[in-house]
């Protein structure tokens, strides 16, 4: 199981923000740096799924590179 499926986002869900970041367009070095950060903090992503519902999920961090 991919780690974000156990943070409650599905393979084919669309990130379109990251912490109030949109990535559209940005590199994905970038978008990648909006994910990370210390163990335990929480992330919020904005999801796009099944092409018309938009989701808030808050992400607690488990890696720290």
Same mark, same amino acid.
């Given at each position: 199981?991919?780690?974000?499926?156990?943070?409650?986002?599905?393979?084919? $869900? $669309?990130?379109?923000?990251?912490?109030?970041?949109?990535?559209? !367009?940005?590199?994905?070095?970038?978008?990648?740096?909006?994910? #990370? !950060?210390?163990? !335990?903090?929480?992330?919020?992503?904005?999801?796009?799924?099944?092409?018309?519902?938009?989701?808030?999920?808050?992400? #607690?961090?488990?890696?720290? $590179?």
């Amino acid at each position: 199981v991919r780690a974000a499926e156990k943070a409650g986002v599905p393979k084919g $869900d $669309d990130v379109i923000a990251i912490a109030g970041a949109y990535p559209k !367009g940005m590199p994905m070095y970038y978008f990648a740096r909006g994910l #990370k !950060g210390k163990k !335990g903090t929480v992330v919020e992503l904005v999801l796009l799924r099944e092409e018309r519902r938009v989701l808030v999920v808050r992400v #607690k961090r488990t890696l720290r $590179d």
